[in-house]
């Protein structure tokens, strides 16, 4: 990630080409629509699509992440001014190259894989690990199912239960307490 700007992932919720396709226009009242998402083709094209299910979503980014993603605008104005007319500034994109022309996913999943070996991560630890993370720890806090699957963007309550019944073992006491 040589020359990229980065700040804290702001949606741990959000796939990596959700995140990579996000537009700065996308956010608005302290929420980040997720409309679409940023692909790499077997040739190493790019191309944005629609997410995995198709539907736009709208997730709560917190407050602390939006101090961080108004730090990284003015970083990326800098290079905006420095690019001049050969900034890709019709993309509108907040995790970009130097001259704002879209990040390569497949670039951005080695370098986060490269960054947990160097901090001793267990093995296969992934960016994706971060939104399975961020969805087991709503669970866990008794953020409500529909809740956390809106905020990951799934087709379905059921697939989120399916995916994450292992985080909801422990519910199962506390019903019985109440």
Not at 146 to 170: E, F, K, N
Request: one cysteine or more; charged letters at 25%; a positive charge.
């Amino acid at each position: 990630m040589t020359g990229v700007q980065t700040c804290a992932l702001p949606i741990s919720a959000c796939r990596r080409g959700e995140i990579l396709a996000l537009r700065w226009s996308d956010i608005r009242d302290g929420r980040a629509t997720i409309a679409r998402s940023l692909c790499q083709t077997k040739g190493g094209a790019l191309e944005f699509k629609t997410t995995k299910t198709a539907t736009d979503h709208d997730v709560k980014i917190p407050d602390s992440a939006l101090a961080t993603l108004e730090a990284h605008r003015k970083r990326q104005e800098s290079f905006r001014i420095q690019f001049g007319p050969d900034y890709c500034a019709e993309l509108d994109l907040i995790f970009a190259n130097p001259d704002g022309s879209p990040l390569r996913p497949d670039s951005i999943s080695a370098a986060v894989s490269a960054l947990f070996r160097r901090l001793k991560l267990p093995k296969g630890a992934s960016l994706h690990s971060l939104r399975h993370s961020h969805a087991s720890q709503l669970l866990d806090d008794g953020v409500p199912l529909p809740v956390v699957s809106q905020r990951l963007g799934h087709s379905s309550v059921r697939v989120t239960a399916d995916i994450y019944s292992h985080a909801m073992h422990g519910q199962d006491d506390e019903a019985a307490r109440r």
